[in-house]
């Protein structure tokens, strides 16, 4: 059985959400996210953005593959990101498209339900 779509929903943290920004560092986020290798749709609810986001921009080059390597979607749900997790959004998808393996981007306002493809800086 291999897992295609990987949710990362932070959305009832609470308390629990602080306790994950104090503690994952960009490289723990690495290898936690490191076993999923079959996973081809990433979907981030809107409190975890700012803490993958980060993450995923420090893969570059031949490192790009080497996290969720055959990635194709990535889903967001709420306002656009922006500021620094736009600026690693915005890495992590340059370095995938300069790497041939490039990932669309798919984003929905609350209350809405479909997912529409969105360019980082529209």
Known sequence: MTL????????????SLLKWK?????????VLLRPFTSVKDLNLSEPSVPLIAPALQELSGERVTEVLPVLQNTFFTGPMPSGPVEEATRKFVAAQQLSGCPVTLHR????EREYKDWEVGD
Do not use: A, C, V, Y
């Not at 990987?6 to 943290?13: P, R, S």
């Not at 104090?22 to 690495?30: A, N």
């Open 4 to 15: 295609e779509r990987l949710d990362i929903d932070m959305n009832n943290g609470g308390d």
């Open 22 to 30: 104090g503690d994952m560092e960009e490289t723990q986020w690495l």
């Open 108 to 111: 929905r306002k609350h209350g």
